[in-house]
């Protein structure tokens, strides 16, 4: 099918933003650094961490050129995009060590520009740019849509629906479904019950007992000023998915609207940020899938898949090719390892690694280098061993958020526990087998689940004089010896 006029304006503009980008990056060597992950897998923190580690020396040995003395310096400087909002460093900073509670979830994009002064293990000086682009997962996650037309997603959507254990979530949206023809005249009411009750669905989807993952569109939980407006009010129909809707129809109405979602949202996310991208990050959350169990997990694979796909897109253009360099390393990071005895982190990676095997066996073919880490960006517990019995067991000391449950104990945020995490199997496919493997949340109303790990407020640090402490973590200098280390060589 030949391009249409749209689509070669849309590479035109990508072509410019190109060119110009490349003759910036001539003059000041420039890394952009995404980070994204699914809801509450620990984005803010990380790059929070990050920052903080590089401008207040942090604990590094694993990243080269920081151990070795070669880095002078990182300071924070303008970013270089007006119309982004800055990170909120010094807030996000405040919460973790003054105040001791995790960052609000990423619900929008935000930037920040971090400027490493460095020496070149030949013994010149130079600096390095790091703009660090934060935005959610759920948003990479839509771009796959615009490959799909709205009867190819609709399809897709209403199978996976079907499934368990979306199947039961999906109960009142399903009810309404079966009352809706397609062809029938366009409703405005009907439409906005059906994209109420698909949002619902959704929304039940991500519940911690069910930990989803594959939840497009993503702007739909998390709709910001778009809330409200046709562009998110719109629901998969049973439409055949070739052929065009009669005029006037109830799936002319909905296929109208899904492709305005992809036009005023997802296109351009896709054109102004994600094309522009050097390397990224893709943070994980593992442990909450464990938690609801093998759907989750299978699911979490899926939406990793997904993910994985989506640097395929908008690479075939001659201009973006030869003027900006595609994403050349991308890095899966298994977050909260710190829930984990370090005998199990490991594990935890092998788990990530197995999920993102298929995907990444497709990836190799654009060139790209993977990798997977299990990480804790800020630590949030120590490890002890515990008497019980004639036994020690491996376990973790930290301080359970308030609220927070175990052994029939409700927690006030106060007081320090040891608890025992318990190991996870030494073979990763376990945790994928479904059957005789392991049940979780989504299976057991009374939360006796195989893996249950509690939500550790951030830790209490000692200050060393007028200094800022620095912030304990796990495995963060292998991540940014992947990431960066090799443009500081």
């Given at each position: 099918?030949?391009p249409?006029?749209?689509?070669?304006?849309?590479?035109?503009?990508?072509?410019?933003?190109?060119?110009?980008?490349?003759?910036?990056?001539?003059?000041?060597?420039?890394?952009?650094?995404?980070?994204?992950?699914?809801?509450?897998?620990?984005?803010?923190?990380?790059?929070?961490?990050?920052?903080?580690?590089?401008?207040?020396?942090?604990?590094?040995?694993?990243?080269?050129?920081?151990?070795?003395?070669?880095?002078?310096?990182?300071?924070?400087?303008?970013?270089?995009?007006?119309?982004?909002?800055?990170?909120?460093?010094?807030?996000?900073?405040?919460?973790?060590?003054?105040?001791?509670?995790?960052?609000?979830?990423?619900?929008?994009?935000?930037?920040?520009?971090?400027?490493?002064?460095y020496?070149?293990?030949?013994?010149a000086?130079?600096?390095?740019?790091?703009?660090?682009?934060?935005?959610?997962?759920?948003?990479?996650?839509?771009?796959?849509l615009?490959?799909?037309?709205?009867?190819e997603?609709?399809?897709?959507?209403?199978?996976?629906?079907?499934?368990?254990?979306?199947?039961?979530?999906?109960?009142?949206?399903?009810?309404?479904?079966?009352?809706?023809?397609?062809?029938?005249?366009?409703?405005?009411?009907?439409?906005?019950?059906?994209?109420?009750?698909?949002?619902?669905?959704?929304?039940?989807?991500?519940?911690?007992?069910?930990?989803?993952?594959?939840?497009?569109?993503?702007?739909?939980?998390?709709?910001?000023?778009?809330?409200?407006?046709?562009?998110?009010?719109?629901?998969?129909?049973?439409?055949?998915?070739?052929?065009?809707?009669?005029?006037?129809?109830?799936?002319?109405?909905?296929?109208?609207?899904?492709?305005?979602?992809?036009?005023?949202?997802?296109?351009?996310?896709?054109?102004?940020?994600?094309?522009?991208?050097?390397?990224?990050?893709?943070?994980?959350?593992?442990?909450?899938?464990?938690?609801?169990?093998?759907?989750?997990?299978?699911?979490?694979?899926?939406?990793?898949?997904?993910?994985?796909?989506?640097?395929?897109?908008?690479?075939?253009?001659?201009?973006?090719?030869?003027?900006?360099?595609?994403?050349?390393?991308?890095?899966?990071?298994?977050?909260?390892?710190?829930?984990?005895?370090?005998q199990?982190?490991?594990?935890?990676?092998?788990?990530?690694?197995?999920?993102?095997?298929?995907?990444?066996?497709?990836?190799?073919?654009?060139?790209?280098?993977?990798?997977?880490?299990?990480?804790?960006?800020?630590?949030?517990?120590?490890?002890?061993?515990?008497?019980?019995?004639?036994?020690?067991?491996?376990?973790?000391?930290?301080?359970?958020?308030?609220?927070?449950?175990?052994?029939?104990?409700?927690?006030?945020?106060?007081?320090?526990?040891?608890?025992?995490?318990?190991?996870?199997?030494?073979?990763?496919?376990?945790?994928?087998a479904g059957e005789?493997?392991?049940?979780?949340?989504?299976?057991?109303?009374?939360?006796?689940?195989?893996?249950?790990?509690?939500?550790?407020?951030?830790?209490?640090?000692?200050?060393?004089?007028?200094?800022e402490?620095t912030?304990?973590?796990?495995?963060?200098?292998?991540?940014?010896?992947?990431?960066?280390?090799?443009?500081?060589?």
């Amino acid at each position: 099918m030949a391009p249409s006029l749209s689509d070669l304006l849309e590479e035109a503009r990508l072509s410019a933003r190109a060119l110009l980008d490349y003759g910036e990056h001539l003059f000041s060597p420039t890394v952009r650094l995404g980070v994204t992950g699914l809801s509450r897998a620990g984005k803010t923190v990380f790059i929070t961490a990050l920052v903080h580690g590089l401008t207040r020396g942090g604990r590094f040995p694993v990243f080269e050129a920081f151990d070795t003395g070669r880095i002078a310096r990182a300071r924070l400087e303008p970013q270089p995009d007006d119309g982004v909002p800055r990170f909120a460093y010094e807030r996000h900073l405040k919460n973790l060590i003054e105040d001791r509670c995790w960052p609000d979830s990423t619900v929008d994009i935000s930037e920040l520009r971090l400027v490493i002064d460095y020496q070149r293990q030949n013994g010149a000086d130079r600096s390095l740019t790091l703009d660090i682009v934060d935005y959610p997962g759920e948003w990479l996650l839509d771009l796959p849509l615009l490959a799909k037309s709205y009867a190819e997603w609709s399809a897709e959507s209403l199978a996976l629906s079907r499934e368990k254990p979306r199947a039961h979530l999906a109960q009142d949206w399903h009810a309404q479904l079966a009352t809706l023809q397609a062809d029938a005249k366009e409703d405005e009411q009907a439409t906005l019950k059906a994209a109420r009750l698909f949002t619902d669905y959704l929304r039940a989807c991500r519940d911690e007992r069910f930990a989803m993952s594959l939840l497009p569109p993503g702007r739909f939980l998390m709709p910001g000023n778009l809330a409200g407006s046709p562009a998110l009010t719109f629901a998969p129909l049973d439409v055949p998915t070739t052929g065009a809707p009669p005029d006037g129809s109830l799936w002319a109405m909905m296929e109208r609207r899904y492709e305005a979602y992809k036009a005023i949202v997802v296109r351009p996310f896709f054109r102004d940020h994600f094309a522009r991208l050097d390397r990224q990050i893709v943070l994980v959350d593992a442990l909450a899938a464990f938690n609801s169990g093998p759907e989750a997990l299978h699911d979490l694979e899926a939406a990793l898949e997904g993910i994985l796909d989506c640097f395929h897109v908008g690479r075939s253009t001659f201009l973006s090719s030869l003027f900006r360099p595609r994403i050349d390393r991308i890095l899966f990071a298994a977050t909260k390892a710190d829930h984990l005895h370090h005998q199990s982190h490991d594990r935890l990676e092998a788990v990530l690694r197995h999920a993102v095997s298929a995907a990444a066996a497709k990836a190799e073919a654009t060139g790209a280098a993977i990798d997977v880490v299990a990480l804790s960006a800020v630590r949030a517990t120590r490890e002890a061993q515990v008497q019980r019995g004639r036994e020690k067991l491996p376990s973790l000391l930290g301080t359970p958020a308030p609220g927070e449950t175990g052994n029939g104990e409700i927690f006030d945020g106060k007081t320090e526990v040891a608890t025992f995490p318990g190991d996870l199997p030494l073979d990763a496919q376990a945790l994928f087998a479904g059957e005789g493997a392991f049940r979780g949340l989504a299976h057991d109303a009374a939360d006796n689940s195989d893996f249950r790990f509690l939500r550790f407020r951030p830790p209490l640090l000692e200050r060393d004089g007028t200094d800022e402490p620095t912030l304990p973590h796990i495995r963060l200098d292998r991540a940014l010896q992947f990431l960066i280390g090799d443009r500081l060589q």
